[in-house]
């Protein structure tokens, strides 16, 4: 039963939207009806400025370590993966938009950075290397990823099951990028300043 509470809490947390509060209540503007229609920061600040994108970070960025918080306070460390896992379910897939969201990034980098701070800020600074790199923020965020997997397996100490959690969120965040991973190959993905 406490996981099903945990899961249920932690997936309406994630259902807060950072996109649809800046865009739909500030500027009058559902980005879901443009640019890639992601409700995430990437898009809104395409959509609706840089002001708009990093406001929709910080909410979502910040969703994630109250998941963190609230789950650890009130039922123990070893529910927090499950309530990390469950908040980016609810980012992505959110009930009231048809189950249409973000990616996934802001959440999965606030929750992990309140859950293991050095561990998610080496997996961040690949993010960082292969973004400005390439110039592609979906290149970063899939670097991000891979290395969860990489740097969790060999470094965190996780049982099997917080491990499987922290892998399949990992997995969950390559397979929401796999239109980018298409443009990619297809040398059409959108860069940093506008260009392909």
């Known amino acids: 039963?406490?996981?099903?509470?945990?899961?249920?809490?932690?997936?309406?947390?994630?259902?807060?939207?950072?996109?649809?509060?800046?865009?739909?209540?500030?500027?009058?503007?559902?980005?879901?009806k443009y640019g890639s229609?992601?409700?995430?920061?990437?898009?809104?600040?395409?959509?609706?400025?840089?002001?708009a994108g990093v406001s929709t970070f910080i909410i979502d960025f910040f969703k994630g370590a109250l998941v963190v918080i609230l789950i650890n306070y009130f039922f123990g460390e070893k529910f927090v993966p499950l309530g990390i896992l469950a908040a980016i379910l609810g980012h992505d897939f959110p009930f009231y938009r048809n189950f249409k969201g973000g990616k996934g990034v802001a959440t999965t980098l606030?929750?992990?950075?309140?859950?293991?701070f050095k561990l998610t800020f080496i997996c961040y600074l690949f993010w960082l290397f292969f973004t400005l790199f390439t110039k592609?923020?979906?290149?970063?965020?899939i670097a991000f990823y891979i290395s969860l997997i990489i740097i969790y397996s060999i470094f965190s100490g996780l049982g099997g099951y917080s491990l499987a959690?922290?892998?399949?969120?990992?997995?969950?965040?390559?397979?929401?990028?796999?239109?980018?991973?298409?443009?990619?190959?297809?040398?059409?993905?959108?860069?940093?300043?506008?260009?392909?």
């Open 1 to 32: 039963m406490t996981y099903i509470v945990v899961f249920i809490i932690s997936y309406l947390i994630g259902c807060i939207s950072g996109a649809s509060i800046i865009g739909n209540i500030f500027l009058n503007k559902d980005i879901s």
């Open 110 to 116: 606030g929750a992990l950075a309140f859950f293991n």
């Open 37 to 51: 229609g992601n409700l995430g920061t990437t898009n809104a600040m395409r959509v609706l400025g840089k002001k």
């Open 136 to 141: 592609m923020v979906s290149v970063g965020s």
């Open 165 to 196: 959690i922290i892998i399949a969120i990992a997995v969950l965040g390559i397979y929401r990028h796999k239109d980018n991973i298409k443009r990619i190959i297809n040398g059409n993905e959108n860069k940093i300043g506008g260009r392909k």
